[in-house]
Structure formats: structure tokens, C-alpha cells
């Protein structure tokens, strides 16, 4: 089944302890990125890549580091977690471009909802 | 001003309306335009892209205006499993592939 798949589903940690997100997707996508989702602020980008070895900065980018080692993979880490980073994260994949103003969309994995005490 | 701007709603409507949403966007430069479907607690789900010409898929029909900036969402014979919230999404294709989006609007449908 075609799927990005997220891991954990749900942390609870405390302030400073490093910790990773996982985010892996199989469907050969190239772009890969991970967003974050809070209360009246809707979902804003942290970082995206556009192929291997390719990153870069989103919306909402301090507090957080991202890897893009292998295509499949795009693990999000918080070095220093602080409380202003409690949020429902979803990370997300799509196609490569199909054509001049045309997109295939994005499939999401299924969510962290990450506390940070 | 926000990039892309939804009326939050909460649109409560009876099973069986026709309901409309509408966005608007900022960036005459945005490219591709979707709606996603995001229920509680849930990932989004893309729902349909937007085309210039229109598009329809079943109960749902989604229109664009690019000189207006602006984009429609119809929803026919409403369910009451189309109660979500409705998220307007923008893409720049030249920043990257990142999406924008906007904040949602959420429907009810009561029977």
C-alpha cells in the first residue's frame, strides 16, 4: 500500500531532550516535507527537500533539523525541544512536477502529536 | 494579510444542501491549487486539484478564477460523512514545491 508513515504517533518529553521524528514513503517521491499544525494557525511548512541531499528551510524552520540521506527517508529532529514546540506534526510526499502549473499533490503520513513538558 | 484566506466557518448545513466555500489567494504567481479534506484529529487527504478550466468529481465541483484569485469549492447532496474541514491549498511551483495553506473551513452536516 502506498503510504508515508510516521513514527512515534504520539510522544510526551521534556524540554531539552533531543529527540527524532521518523518519516519514510514509498512511493519514490522526490519532495518530501514536514509541517506542523497548531490551533488558528492552520499548517505551517518547517523544511522540505526536493530530492536526496537536498533541503530546505520552510515557513517555521528554528528548533528544527532535518536529514534527507535516502529518498525514502526524512526524519525531523529537535535538538532542544521547548514547550512553543508542542504541535501536531505530519510529514508529507509527493510526485516530482508533471508539467507547467500541474502538481500531483501531497499524501500525508498520519501525524505526531508531540508534547514537550 | 494571510497568503491564502478561508471563512472558517462553521458551516452547519442539512443533509442534502448544496454548499459553497470559497479562498483566495495573494500570490498572482501561484500555479497549482487543490482542496484537501482534513477530519479531526486526521491527516489531510487531498480531495481534488483545482484546474483553470474547472473540474468536477461526483458531488464535488471546484472552479478557479485566476484574475480574481480566487477558488470555489461545491459540494452537492451533502452527507453527513462530509462533515471535515475544508482546506484551501496553494502551491508556487518555483519556491520549491512548497504548499501554502490556507486555515480551513469546517462543515457540519446534520440530518
Known amino acids: 500500500e502506498a503510504q508515508v508513515t510516521q513514527n512515534p504517533r504520539y510522544l510526551i518529553t521534556v524540554t531539552g531532550k533531543k529527540l527524532t521524528v521518523t518519516c519514510s514513503q514509498n512511493m519514490n517521491h522526490e519532495y518530501m516535507s514536514w509541517y506542523r499544525q497548531d490551533p488558528g494557525l492552520g499548517l505551517r511548512q518547517i523544511y522540505y527537500s526536493m530530492n536526496v541531499e537536498v533541503t530546505d528551510k520552510g515557513d517555521v524552520p528554528e528548533g528544527y533539523k532535518v536529514s534527507r540521506k535516502e529518498k525514502r527517508n526524512f526524519p525531523l529532529i529537535l535538538e532542544s525541544p521547548s514547550p512553543n514546540q508542542t504541535s501536531l506534526y505530519f510529514c508529507?510526499?509527493?510526485?516530482?512536477?508533471?508539467?507547467?502549473?500541474?502538481?500531483?499533490?501531497?499524501?500525508f503520513g498520519s501525524g505526531t502529536r508531540l508534547t514537550v513538558v | 494579510r494571510k497568503e491564502v484566506e478561508q471563512d472558517p466557518g462553521p458551516f452547519n448545513v442539512p443533509e442534502g444542501a448544496t454548499v459553497a466555500f470559497n479562498c483566495t489567494y495573494s500570490?498572482?504567481?501561484?500555479?497549482?491549487f487543490f482542496w484537501y479534506r482534513q477530519d479531526c484529529r486526521k491527516e489531510p487527504k487531498l480531495l481534488m486539484s483545482?484546474?483553470?478550466s474547472g473540474n468536477e468529481d461526483g458531488r464535488f465541483t471546484a472552479q478557479l478564477n485566476r484574475a480574481s484569485q480566487y477558488i470555489s469549492l461545491l459540494i452537492r447532496d451533502s452527507k453527513l460523512s462530509d462533515s471535515a474541514t475544508y482546506l484551501c491549498v496553494v502551491l508556487l511551483n518555483n519556491a520549491g514545491n512548497m504548499l501554502t495553506f490556507g486555515g480551513g473551513t469546517r462543515l457540519m452536516v446534520k440530518p
Open positions: 483545482v484546474y483553470s
Open positions: 500570490n498572482s504567481a501561484s500555479q497549482s
Open positions: 508529507a510526499s509527493s510526485l516530482s512536477r508533471g508539467g507547467r502549473g500541474r502538481n500531483y499533490g501531497y499524501t
